[in-house]
C-alpha cells in the first residue's frame, strides 16, 4: 500500500494538526428569553437549561455569559397578552420590553454584541408575522412596520437588528430606513433561508407565540426546496444585508454548504429550539452521550461554512471549550 489513511489519525497530536475545521467561542451566538417582572426566572419545559428572565436578573446573566467568553446575544421578548394587537403596535414602543432590555444589557456590559428579533408574532394577537387581513398575511403594510420596530431596537442601542419574519423586501426597507436616521453602523443579520419547520414548538412554547390560526407556510420556505435558497440570500444581500441566516440547523446542512458556496458574507446558522430539545430529551434517556453529540453538532456547522452559531447551548460549550 502507497497511500494509509490512518496515518494522519493515529494519535491526537496529529489529528490535532491536520483538523480542518475548529469550534471556538468566538463563533457563538446564545438566544436570550426575556419577560416583565423582577426576580423573574422561568423553566421552558421542552428547553431545559433556558430560562425566561426578568430585567434584573438578565443584567447578572449577561456578566455571567460575557466571562464565559461569549461575545454576542440575541434577544427575544415574551410580550404581555394585553399589549399584543393585529399590528404589532408594542413593538414600536422605546419603553417597550425588547428596547428596556437592549438598554440594559448594553449599559451592563457594553462591549457584548447585541442583536434583536425583528418579527411581529410575539406581539401579535394572531401570533403571526405580520398584518393579518382576512386570513392572510399582509407583506408591504408589515415591512413598515418592521422597519419603525427595527428603527427603535437602533436607538435602544442594539448593534444588529435580525428580521426573522421572512416578508419580501423588509431587508430593504429596514436598511433604507436605517441610513435615513444615520444610523448607517447598525447590522443587518437577516434571517435570509427561514424554512416552515416543526422544530420551532419549544421556542414557540417559550414566548407564548404559536400561530393562533394556519400556519406560517405563505411566508416561512417549502423545505422542499434548495434552489430557492440561494434566491432568497441574494435578494436579501442585495436589500443590504451584512449577515444572512440559515434556519433550522442540522437538519439544512446541505442549504448552508450550497449558500457557503455561492455568497461571500457571513453566514450564521441557527440551531433551533426542537434541535435542542431533542438532545436534551435523548440524553436525559441515557440513550446518548450530551456533549459529545452537542460538540459533533456544532462542528458539523463550522464544516458546512458557518461562521456564527446562534445555539442554546452556548453557555454550556463554552465551559466545555475552557
Ligand atoms: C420569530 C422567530 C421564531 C424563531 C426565531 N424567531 C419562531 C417562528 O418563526 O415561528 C424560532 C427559534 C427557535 O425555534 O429556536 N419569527
Redesign the pocket.
Known sequence: MLKRNRRLRQSPSIRALVSENQLSINDLML?LFVCEGTQVKESIDA?PGCFRMSLDLLKEEVKNIWSLGIKAVLI?VKVLDNLKDNRGTEAINPEGLMQRAVMEIKSTVPEMVVMT?V????YSSF?H?GIVENNNILNDSTIEILAKMALSHAHAGADFV?P???MDGRVLSIRTTLEEAGLHNIGIMS?GV?YA?S??????E??D???GFGD?QTY?MDFANRLEAITETTRDIDEGADIIMV??GIVYLDILREIRDNVKVPIAV???????AMLKAAAEKGWVDHDTVMIEQLLAFKRAGASLI?T?HAKEVAKLLS
Open positions: 438566544p428547553m427575544f428579533d418579527a411581529l408574532d410575539p401570533g408575522d435580525a426573522s419574519d421572512m434571517y427561514k419547520s422544530l420551532y414548538g419549544p421556542f414557540r417559550a414566548l407565540s404559536s400561530p406560517k416561512q434556519k433550522p441557527y440551531q433551533v429550539s426542537g434541535e435542542y446562534t442554546y
